[in-house]
């Protein structure tokens, strides 16, 4: 494993110990929330979007879930990429929509397209799990719930 893969799995196994955004905050003003379960490994995830009042910005994103590290890191990573992009005002909904469909697009690319440190901070971690087909699910399971909030919201 070179220095980069360690670093990766550190950042990966950091955040499943470590998780951002974890506890469902409440539903108040604009929220939708999404339950996505993946039936190959039992992962589950419950995510919360609150959105503005016009429905344009995510304000708040929270999340409560079980399953592998992998799963669990990607939900961690995914909420503090959200809080980190959208800052103060929140993120724009077509921003969140980017950044879900860019990651779908480098999963899928089993190895091909590598994600971007700028464009997807941690979650950049998360793309060697391109190469093992099984996984890529647990890795787009709150990415997945995400894209359905706000579908509802």
Request: contains cysteine; charged residues 25%; proline residues 3%.
């Given at each position: 494993?070179?220095?980069?893969?360690?670093?990766?799995?550190?950042?990966?196994?950091?955040h499943?110990?470590?998780?951002?955004?974890?506890?469902?905050?409440p539903?108040?003003?604009?929220?939708?929330?999404s339950?996505?379960?993946?039936?190959?490994?039992?992962?589950?995830i419950?995510?919360?979007?609150?959105?503005?009042?016009?429905?344009?910005?995510?304000?708040?994103?929270?999340?409560?879930?079980?399953?592998?590290?992998?799963?669990?890191a990607?939900?961690?990573?995914?909420?503090?990429?959200?809080?980190?992009?959208?800052?103060?005002?929140?993120?724009?909904?077509?921003?969140?929509?980017?950044?879900?469909?860019g990651?779908?697009?480098?999963?899928?690319?089993r190895?091909?397209?590598?994600?971007d440190?700028?464009?997807?901070?941690?979650?950049?971690?998360?793309?060697?799990?391109?190469?093992?087909?099984?996984?890529?699910?647990?890795?787009?399971?709150?990415?997945?719930?995400l894209?359905?909030?706000?579908a509802?919201?």
């Amino acid at each position: 494993m070179n220095g980069l893969d360690s670093l990766y799995q550190e950042l990966i196994l950091d955040h499943s110990k470590h998780p951002h955004g974890q506890g469902l905050s409440p539903e108040e003003g604009r929220t939708a929330s999404s339950h996505q379960h993946n039936p190959m490994c039992g992962d589950d995830i419950t995510l919360r979007v609150r959105v503005d009042d016009v429905g344009e910005r995510i304000v708040d994103l929270s999340w409560e879930g079980s399953g592998c590290s992998i799963s669990q890191a990607s939900a961690s990573m995914l909420a503090a990429l959200i809080e980190e992009d959208g800052g103060e005002a929140g993120l724009p909904r077509e921003a969140a929509v980017a950044l879900i469909d860019g990651f779908r697009e480098a999963l899928r690319s089993r190895g091909a397209i590598p994600l971007d440190e700028e464009t997807f901070a941690d979650a950049a971690a998360l793309s060697g799990v391109s190469k093992f087909s099984a996984r890529v699910k647990c890795a787009m399971l709150a990415w997945v719930a995400l894209e359905d909030a706000l579908a509802r919201a």
